[in-house]
């Protein structure tokens, strides 16, 4: 009997490749003779590039770019196998796991993090790049990866623009 294990992970929990492991080993239990095939999953979160990597063959890299809160985090991300092709999860350096509870708040954090590692993958010599949206702290709308892509958000229009955006939410 062959067994296909494919989930995703289990937020600020398990990563995708964790659950698999957990769920492998109680059905050995059960089935001990199978042949066990584990194919990790993802969402666009947490887990993306792990599962990308591996479907490509590919490798982590890893750098340090700013935060969600501003503070400095290490920060994973994966180029496929041809080195042609960037994975990147804004969870990684803009995720909700890197905030804690109590300082979760959409309108402060930031997604500049995510553009530093978009830089990071141009510098690499990546030309294709794909983005995991999922699992981000911030509702910026991406203005910190445009920003850290170098276009500045302080002209007139722009600040309108943001005011204008605040009086609605509020």
Request: proline share 4%.
């Amino acid at each position: 009997m062959k067994i296909v294990i494919a989930p995703d992970s289990y937020k600020e929990s398990l990563s995708a490749s964790e659950v698999a492991q957990a769920i492998e080993k109680g059905f050995r239990e059960i089935f001990p003779d199978a042949q066990y095939v584990s194919v990790p999953v993802a969402d666009g979160g947490e887990g993306t590039v792990e599962a990308m990597i591996a479907a490509t063959q590919g490798a982590e890299r890893h750098a340090w770019v700013t935060g969600p809160l501003g503070e400095k985090v290490n920060a994973s991300w994966g180029i496929s196998g041809d080195g042609k092709t960037a994975f990147i999860e804004m969870a990684a350096a803009s995720g909700l796991e890197l905030v804690p509870a109590e300082k979760r708040d959409p309108l402060v954090t930031t997604s500049r993090g995510t553009g530093e590692l978009i830089l990071q993958a141009l510098e690499s010599g990546a030309t294709n790049i794909i983005i995991g949206i999922g699992g981000s702290a911030t509702n910026d709308g991406g203005a910190g990866m445009v920003q850290a892509l170098g276009r500045n958000y302080a002209t007139p229009t722009a600040m309108k623009l943001v005011l204008a955006a605040v009086v609605l939410i509020l």
